[in-house]
């Protein structure tokens, strides 16, 4: 699911309304540095900032098997999302059955995030993901377009590992511990998001249904500070429910269904997802 400062700024909830509040803020204060094992061997710490990375192709694979988000070729996940005027958004998250060789050698599988108001697309976006040994999923890159009356608007965020100092990052760890910090992207000024494990304890309920043993990361954008985002991926699921608590507005992004679709779903154009 995309984590970017377009759909940040549409991606949006009202923590307020959510059992435990309390709880889980005070639980966001977590500051622990922790390392994690990357695909080369060793440990180091998870990526941060600008660092760079240097990954070894033969140590990743296109397909993704990481317990809070199996990506499995074929797959779709639809969510609901409503900002704070009410307004509602669809969203397909669509993990297809291509893939893509990433300018920094890895095999990337191709997820296509699609999000529409009205019947009409206004944002369509390829992401680029791969495992690693280890079970942590990188991030390498975005193809996006945002859309307005059929006619693309913009296509900033878009980025590739690899290509003009952009860096991969992790989506998510390997065996999240709370207070694991790591960078989930890095394409100087159009793309710097961030991630911090908060917990993997939590509980959410959403239309699909209700979850336990919940993780839960704390997500921010370098480049536009005021927003903070908290993320619930269930086990064997995926993302079940997207918070934004601070930013230009506030409201939720929900999960409605988990659907098998042809492999070749959302390998279209931006624009024209099916």
Not at 135 to 155: D, K, P, Q
Not at 166 to 174: K, R, W
Not at 195 to 217: K, N, W
Request: net charge negative; proline share 7%.
């Amino acid at each position: 699911m995309k984590d970017k400062s377009n759909r940040a700024r549409r991606i949006l909830a009202v923590l307020a309304v959510l059992s435990g509040t309390a709880v889980l803020l005070s639980a966001c204060t977590t500051t622990v540095a922790t390392t994690e094992p990357t695909a080369t061997g060793g440990d180091r710490a998870l990526p941060l900032g600008s660092e760079k990375v240097t990954l070894d192709p033969k140590e990743f694979s296109a397909e993704i098997t990481n317990r809070y988000w199996p990506m499995k070729p074929g797959t779709q996940w639809t969510y609901r999302e409503t900002d704070g005027t009410g307004a509602v958004m669809d969203v397909e998250v669509t993990a297809t059955g291509a893939t893509r060789k990433i300018a920094n050698g890895i095999t990337a599988r191709v997820v296509r995030d699609t999000v529409s108001q009205d019947g009409a697309v206004v944002e369509d976006t390829f992401d680029w993901y791969a495992q690693d040994s280890k079970g942590a999923i990188w991030y390498l890159g975005e193809e996006t377009a945002e859309f307005e009356n059929g006619l693309v608007t913009s296509t900033a965020g878009s980025f590739e590992a690899g290509v003009d100092g952009a860096q991969p990052g992790i989506l998510l760890p390997a065996e999240p511990r709370p207070g694991q910090k790591y960078r989930q992207e890095y394409y100087r000024g159009q793309a710097e998001d961030n991630g911090e494990v908060v917990s993997f304890t939590e509980m959410a309920t959403v239309p699909l249904g209700h979850f336990t043993e919940v993780l839960l990361t704390r997500d921010t954008i370098t480049i536009e500070p005021d927003v903070l985002q908290y993320k619930l991926y269930a086990p064997g699921v995926g993302p079940v429910q997207i918070l934004d608590v601070a930013g230009p507005s506030a409201g939720r992004e929900e999960l409605v269904s988990v659907t098998a679709v042809p492999p070749d779903t959302g390998t279209g154009p931006l624009g024209e997802p099916r």
